[in-house]
């Protein structure tokens, strides 16, 4: 069964970093894009950053533009996928979530990322 599990989240100060991991298995993640969505409750869920299925080429939302970096790590058939963000912010406070699709990793919509995970709660105080 395709599992996608997300760690690392918490809460962080204004200005400070965090860096989240997705592991997943049961599938071959390893050819799929792969993306961080996030949302807050009463929102759509928001397109944070994606990578293909290589590595080599990378999207973001412009509100994380500079600020974080997807990495992944196909080395192994359980594929592992990174969000490293710096320089947070209060707006950055989300249930953030690690996605995998058969799509072009410049695709920002939700529903063509067909595999979940669970979520992270990140929470940056003021």
């Known amino acids: 069964q395709a599992q996608l599990v997300e760690s690392g989240g918490g809460l962080v100060q204004t200005g400070g970093s965090l860096r989240l991991s997705c592991a997943g298995s049961?599938?071959?993640?390893?050819?799929?894009?792969m993306a961080w969505f996030r949302q807050v409750p009463g929102k759509e869920r928001e397109f944070v950053a994606s990578?293909?299925?290589?590595?080599?080429?990378?999207?973001?939302a412009d509100s994380v533009k500079g600020r974080f970096t997807i990495s992944r790590d196909n080395a192994n058939n359980n594929i592992a996928l990174y969000l490293q963000m710096n320089q947070l912010k209060p707006e950055d406070t989300a249930v953030y979530y690690c996605?995998?699709?058969?799509?072009?990793?410049?695709?920002?919509?939700?529903?063509?990322?067909?595999?979940w995970g669970q979520g992270t709660q990140v929470t940056v105080s003021s």
């Open positions: 996605a995998a699709g058969d799509t072009l990793p410049n695709i920002i919509t939700a529903a063509r990322y067909a595999y």
């Open positions: 049961g599938r071959t993640f390893s050819s799929y894009a």
């Open positions: 990578i293909s299925w290589t590595g080599r080429n990378t999207y973001y």
